[in-house]
T-cell receptor, first 114, second 113 residues
C-alpha cells in the first residue's frame, strides 16, 4: 500500500522568499503524485500532478515540483511567495488506480510573514 | 461548470441524531469519492463509486455510516446515529474514470455535540 510523509507540519516564510515543501512517498511502482492546496474553509484545489515524463512539473500559481525516484520525493517549490499563498498544502500519491485510491499526507501549513 | 456542490456547508447536531450530507458531482464525471478530514487522522477516503456503484467502502468507519448514489448526479453520506467523534469536515470529490485528477467540493463541516 502506498503512503505519504510530509515532514513539516508548519512552515513560516517571509513574503518574497523562496519556498520548498517536502514530500516523501512509499510505493512499489511508478506513482501518480499530486500537490493540492487548501485555503481556510475551502476544498482542495489541484496545484500540479506528475504521472510520467519530465520529472520537473509546472503547476498553477507559479508552483513547481520535482519527482526524484531515487529519493522517493516530490517536493513543491516556489521561487517567491506571496501573502496569498498562506494555506495548507497536501501531497498525495496514487497507485495503478490513479486517483481512485489517493493517499494524502498530513499536510503542511504555510504561514507568510509580511 | 459549478464544480462539485456539497450541502449543507455546516451542520451542528446532537449525539444520536441522524445526519445526511449531500453531494452533486460535476456533470460528466462518473467517479465520486467521500473523504473525511480531521486533525488527528488527516484526509481519509471513506468510499468511492464508479458509475453509481460502490467500489470500495473499506474506509467507512462502522455500520453507522452509509453512502448511496442513486443516480449520476447525486450522492448522500448518512450517519445514524451520530456521535461526537464523527465531528469532522466531509469532502466529496469527483472525476472521470481514467482522468486521475479529483475535483473537490468545499466540504461539509459537521459538529456533533
Amino acid at each position: 500500500a502506498q503512503s505519504v510523509t510530509q515532514p513539516d507540519i508548519h512552515i513560516t516564510v517571509s513574503e518574497g522568499a523562496s519556498l520548498e515543501l517536502r514530500c516523501n512517498y512509499s510505493y512499489g511502482a511508478t506513482p501518480y503524485l499530486f500537490w493540492y492546496v487548501q485555503s481556510p474553509g475551502q476544498g482542495l484545489q489541484l496545484l500540479l500532478k506528475y504521472f510520467s515524463g519530465d520529472t520537473l512539473v509546472q503547476g498553477i500559481k507559479g508552483f513547481e515540483a520535482e519527482f526524484k525516484r531515487s529519493q522517493s520525493s516530490f517536493n513543491l517549490r516556489k521561487p517567491s511567495v506571496h501573502w496569498s499563498d498562506a494555506a495548507e498544502y497536501f501531497c498525495a500519491v496514487g497507485g495503478i488506480q490513479g486517483a481512485q485510491k489517493l493517499v494524502f499526507g498530513q499536510g503542511t501549513r504555510l504561514t507568510i510573514n509580511p | 461548470d459549478a464544480g462539485v456542490i456539497q450541502s449543507p456547508r455546516h451542520e451542528v447536531t446532537e449525539m444520536g441524531q441522524e445526519v445526511t450530507l449531500r453531494c452533486k458531482p460535476i456533470s460528466g464525471h462518473n467517479s465520486l469519492f467521500w473523504y473525511r478530514q480531521t486533525m488527528m487522522r488527516g484526509l481519509e477516503l471513506l468510499i468511492y463509486f464508479n458509475n453509481n456503484v460502490p467500489i470500495d467502502d473499506s474506509g467507512m468507519p462502522e455500520d453507522r455510516f452509509s453512502a448511496k448514489m442513486p443516480n449520476a448526479s447525486f450522492s448522500t453520506l448518512k450517519i445514524q446515529p451520530s456521535e461526537p467523534r464523527d465531528s469532522a469536515v466531509y469532502f466529496c470529490a469527483s472525476t472521470q474514470t481514467g482522468a486521475n485528477v479529483l475535483t473537490f467540493g468545499a466540504g461539509s463541516r459537521l459538529t456533533v455535540l
